[in-house]
């Protein structure tokens, strides 16, 4: 099966940081990634599309000055919040898409971001 | 409105039991349905795809109502481990995205 990788798992940063998280198809290429953002006891909510090479596509609400995706090569999408707040802490999950418009998405374990 | 609407939960129900969740959803264009199961503090993971004929994989049936716009998962037997909280999705539409739509989740808990 295809796996997606995100590091760090979990991060604990000061407020105002920026926190870089990556996301990896580690045996595939993704030429669609998407970052969700899931708030405890909520569901996901997609916050962007990152297609490779190009701008990403953000969702109603997102912040894209706040949240900047780089989707750089086939196999790595990067998402960093800057200047971080507590109202940024959440579970950030990524999830990958090998091509076309109905491959499956396979989702990253996700990293734990806790601001202080 | 949400785009996609789940039982509100959490069901508590006794190992052995049948289970039955329902999820709406609004966007008459979606094209294709899908159960996840997420674990606390976990990604989620695809259960299974539901089509319109319904399918079935061992204890798990899934159904799909185009019509209606509504989607069904019935659990069979449950077992301990099938705790967890249960994620109707939608695809939309590629032109339209083609992205993934979460409902909320419904949360099971099976107890001895």
């Known amino acids: 099966g295809a796996v997606v990788s995100q590091h760090p798992s979990r991060v604990i940063c000061k407020s105002g940081t920026s926190v870089k998280i990556e996301c990896r198809s580690l045996d595939f290429q993704a030429t669609t990634m998407f970052w969700y953002r899931q708030f405890p006891k909520q569901s996901l909510m997609l916050m962007a599309t990152s297609n490779e090479g190009s701008k990403a596509t953000y969702e109603q609400g997102v912040e894209k000055d706040k949240f900047l995706i780089n989707h750089a090569s086939l196999t790595l999408s990067t998402l960093t919040v800057t200047s971080a707040h507590p109202e940024d802490s959440s579970f950030y999950i990524c999830?990958?898409?090998?091509?076309?418009?109905?491959?499956?998405?396979?989702f990253g374990p996700g990293t734990r971001l806790t601001v202080l | 409105r949400k785009e996609v609407e789940q039982d509100p939960g959490p069901f508590n129900v006794p190992e052995g039991a049948t289970v039955a969740f329902n999820c709406t959803y609004s966007?008459?264009?979606?094209?294709?349905f899908f159960w996840y199961r997420q674990d606390c503090r976990k990604e989620p993971k695809l259960l299974m795809s539901?089509?319109?004929s319904g399918n079935e994989d061992g204890r798990f049936t899934a159904q799909l109502n185009r019509a209606s716009q509504y989607i069904s998962l019935l659990i069979r037997d449950s077992k301990l481990s099938d705790s967890a909280t249960y994620l109707c999705?939608?695809?939309?539409?590629?032109?339209?995205?083609?992205?993934?739509?979460f409902g909320q989740g419904t949360e099971l808990s099976v107890k001895p």
């Open positions: 999830s990958a898409r090998k091509g076309g418009s109905t491959d499956t998405q396979y």
């Open positions: 999705v939608v695809n939309r539409a590629y032109n339209q995205g083609g992205k993934l739509i």
């Open positions: 539901v089509y319109s």
């Open positions: 966007n008459s264009a979606s094209q294709s």
